[in-house]
């Protein structure tokens, strides 16, 4: 799904291009995405899965799955694992692009990633910062005895851990990634002295976005888009004339379907000139349905009117206008099947036609490998394309040029060694400008494309810069983003030092200090030098009904009269008389006190008898 993506980005849409060219319809193209983004769908909700549980987990919560869920997961992560490995046996090489790509967007990777990193730091910085707020705030409210029951496992110390956990990765990670430039290699980071020039361009087939593919409307308009070169597919027909085609059927590129429908499956070899001239090899172009390329561009009238009437071209007719356009011309000879006139003679009449045709002889790329021998001695001016890899055996046949998959060579670190060979290297099927601008990067000859229109456009390489431009933005890059981070969680972490101070002084001023209500009054009720010190002790209430009677043993001090909170009837003066003496020293009794207790507490019915709290001295 992510290599759909990927490829959609580039601008890669024919991603099954060469099923296309087989089925000959784009349903597979369909369905091929319908199947991509199912695959997408369920390894995400997989993956949404286990980091939900791992989670859950990770405060402590224990899960509780029924046997629905667990089968239900099994079977994604089984149909992922299905998914996988389809994608790596039919996606190999599209891994092979992934990483190529890589190679040539590395330093804008670079940059970006550090960008995002600088980007994240901001939700990072605010949440470590919570943290550190929710540790204070518990510290805060945690008793001493709730901190002796979690010494051993401190919650304090769980969000520490946390804090770490979060904060460590994202310091390494930003550390790779501002030393990441010392092991980047792209091609395209030289100097302007070491780019070599434009690779020569080659049409695949012609131009197949510009017209219907190896016919000569096709050729004409890529020599009209600066096509350095031509490349095409050659058969021999039944009565030896050489023809252009690709496929093993006429079923795609004809309307032999509507001619004869029984000889639709038969091998395009078997058939005479006078048939194969007759059919139509451009009307299948022109249906909406039938569109070889989804980024191809809309045809005029005058180009579809044109398309209709496009048949079968011959070898002969190609090397005519190559020959007046002063094009090269590169081929496939595809020898015919067994039981034709001309199974072993194919590569002499070939020759043959090529020399009649009167071209020059370095305008043709040879490639087939038949009967080299031949070929040697009667056109020694043939530009022989070899498809071996080993220098040895280029160097040992006297090949001086190969003609190689993309894939197979900007891989590999042979590229100079080739160079140094004076090995000329034609790459095929390049369709896109970056890999277009890696090859070019990369000092190739020449390549082969569909896309013509747009790569005789291309006039420097994308992604191009010097080695001292490079590490001017990546110094100055990792500079800048390194000052934005400091900041962004200096500020954070002053502002939360702040409020810590503010959190203090406002705990300090509402008395709660380090204690909680409930502590104060078991340690004043523990204590008893500081039992009627303390505003919440219970002697503070009602001094009265302490028990220090001598059956107790407790001695007690006499308790201060309170201030009756109602005012009694304010009797005459001469009715006020002074309170008795107290006959001995001795603390009154448990009944007396509860009485004096009384009288203090509830005024008098009578006005004239007011009474009056008794008072005594302190015990020593």
Not at 199 to 210: D, E, I, K, Q, T
Not at 267 to 278: D, G, K, V, Y
Request: aromatic share 12%; with cysteine.
């Amino acid at each position: 799904f992510l290599l759909y993506l990927t490829a959609f980005v580039q601008g890669e849409f024919l991603i099954f291009n060469d099923l296309v060219f087989f089925i000959g319809t784009g349903q597979w193209i369909f369905w091929s995405i319908i199947f991509l983004s199912v695959a997408g769908i369920m390894a995400a909700y997989t993956s949404l899965l286990l980091l939900l549980g791992f989670l859950l987990i990770w405060e402590g919560i224990r899960l509780y799955l029924h046997w629905c869920h667990k089968i239900l997961i099994l079977l994604v992560i089984l149909l992922c694992i299905f998914f996988m490995i389809v994608l790596r046996k039919f996606w190999n090489n599209r891994w092979l692009v992934a990483g190529l790509s890589l190679q040539v967007i590395a330093p804008y990777v670079h940059l970006c990633s550090v960008a995002l990193m600088v980007i994240l730091s901001w939700p990072l910085a605010l949440y470590l910062t919570h943290l550190e707020r929710e540790v204070r705030i518990r510290r805060h409210k945690m008793t001493r005895l709730e901190k002796k029951r979690l010494k051993r496992c401190n919650i304090l110390l769980t969000f520490s851990g946390m804090q770490v956990a979060i904060g460590l990765p994202f310091l390494l990670i930003l550390l790779c990634l501002y030393l990441m430039p010392l092991r980047i290699y792209s091609p395209c980071i030289q100097e302007k002295e070491d780019l070599g020039p434009k690779p020569f361009v080659f049409g695949h087939r012609g131009a197949p976005m510009l017209g219907p593919e190896n016919t000569m409307m096709s050729f004409e308009k890529a020599v009209e888009h600066g096509a350095n070169g031509l490349e095409t597919d050659v058969y021999i027909s039944y009565d030896a004339v050489p023809f252009l085609m690709h496929d093993y059927d006429l079923r795609r590129t004809t309307n032999i379907m509507e001619v004869l429908p029984d000889a639709a499956f038969m091998h395009p070899a078997f058939f005479n000139w006078s048939f194969l001239s007759t059919l139509n090899a451009g009307e299948w172009f022109v249906q909406p349905q039938r569109r070889p390329f989804f980024n191809m561009k809309r045809l005029s009238e005058e180009d579809k009117k044109r398309a209709r009437s496009q048949s079968i071209p011959k070898l002969a007719d190609l090397l005519k206008l190559a020959k007046k356009e002063k094009k090269f011309v590169i081929f496939d000879l595809n020898g015919p099947p067994p039981k034709h006139p001309f199974r072993n003679s194919f590569v002499r009449q070939v020759v043959k036609v090529i020399l009649a045709s009167q071209i020059e002889q370095q305008q043709i790329f040879w490639l087939p490998s038949h009967d080299m021998a031949y070929v040697k001695y009667m056109a020694p001016g043939f530009q022989h394309i070899g498809r071996t890899l080993s220098i040895e055996n280029l160097t040992r046949e006297n090949v001086s040029r190969i003609n190689v998959d993309y894939k197979d060579i900007l891989f590999s670190h042979k590229i100079r060694d080739y160079i140094k060979a004076n090995i000329k290297i034609n790459l095929y099927i390049i369709n896109e400008p970056w890999l277009f601008s890696m090859a070019w990067c990369a000092s190739i000859n020449s390549v082969t494309t569909d896309n013509i229109s747009l790569l005789s456009q291309i006039n420097h390489p994308y992604f191009f810069m010097t080695p001292r431009f490079y590490m001017l933005l990546w110094l100055l890059t990792d500079i800048i983003s390194a000052i934005f981070i400091f900041g962004i969680f200096y500020f954070y972490w002053q502002r939360e030092a702040k409020r810590g101070q503010l959190f203090e002084i406002a705990s300090i001023h509402t008395g709660s200090g380090s204690t909680n209500l409930s502590e104060a009054a078991s340690r004043s009720s523990m204590n008893p030098s500081t039992r009627t010190k303390s505003p919440w002790s219970l002697d503070a209430f009602n001094p009265a009904l302490t028990k220090n009677s001598k059956e107790y043993g407790v001695p007690s001090k006499k308790p201060a009269p309170i201030t009756n909170s109602v005012t009694p009837l304010k009797p005459a003066t001469r009715d006020i008389q002074p309170p008795a003496p107290s006959p001995s020293p001795r603390a009154p009794s448990y009944k007396a006190t509860n009485k004096a207790t009384l009288q203090t507490t509830v005024p008098a019915w009578q006005a004239d008898k007011p009474t009056v709290p008794s008072t005594g001295a302190l015990r020593p």
